[in-house]
């Protein structure tokens, strides 16, 4: 006997249900509504504020550090913010992501990097300090396979293309596209 297709879809509802309700005390603020899909890696959740109606998918990777030494929150999620699958985001020390905010699958996004200054030592032994500041606006859209740098923000309701790579501002209603990104379009 085959079991129906809404089954499985009230099965996995089910189960982002329960460890999202496993898992929301780790983190410094979980907002109400907020769903976390199983599978999502969570380095530190203390140090992550969530708002509410957040969607935060499966195998995201919140990555948190606390370089400033304050326990206070390094990577804030704004109310209505969907990040996908395969996401990794660093924080080191300042990650603000918008209201509204549409992060597709298998983006990167950090405010730290690592050192390379020693010849003699592998760089996975080396510090990965905090490069720069990253803010994404309310409202922006993260096309898939997107690389933010440290130090740059995305303008509201900003579009930054698929498989970009942004080293520089992208301002207000504008679309940023390529490697390195640049602005192609205003909206």
């Known amino acids: 006997m085959r079991l129906p297709e809404a089954f499985w879809l009230r099965l996995a509802s089910l189960q982002r249900l329960a460890y999202t309700?496993?898992?929301r005390d780790r983190f410094?603020?979980?907002?109400p509504k907020s769903r976390l899909e199983p599978g999502?890696?969570?380095?530190?959740?203390y140090l992550v504020s969530?708002?509410?109606n957040v969607h935060i998918c499966e195998h995201a990777w919140l990555n948190a550090k606390d370089d400033r030494g304050d326990r206070q929150p390094t990577l804030q999620i704004g109310d209505g913010t969907y990040i996908g699958r395969f996401v990794?985001?660093?924080?080191?020390?300042d990650v603000k992501i918008g209201r509204h905010v549409l992060i597709a699958d298998r983006v990167f996004i950090s405010d730290g990097g690592h050192q390379y200054a020693d010849k003699a030592r592998p760089i996975a032994l080396q510090e990965d300090p905090f490069?720069?500041?990253v803010e994404l606006g309310d409202g922006c859209w993260i096309g898939i396979g997107a690389v933010i740098m440290p130090g740059v923000s995305i303008g509201r309701n900003a579009v930054v293309a698929a498989n970009a790579v942004v080293t520089a501002?992208?301002?207000d209603h504008a679309v940023g596209a390529g490697i390195p990104a640049r602005i192609v379009k205003q909206l």
């Open 21 to 23: 309700l496993l898992m």
């Open 28 to 31: 410094a603020q979980w907002g």
């Open 40 to 45: 999502a890696k969570l380095i530190a959740p």
């Open 50 to 52: 969530v708002g509410s």
């Open 88 to 93: 990794q985001v660093n924080a080191w020390r």
């Open 131 to 133: 490069l720069g500041r």
């Open 169 to 171: 501002d992208i301002p």
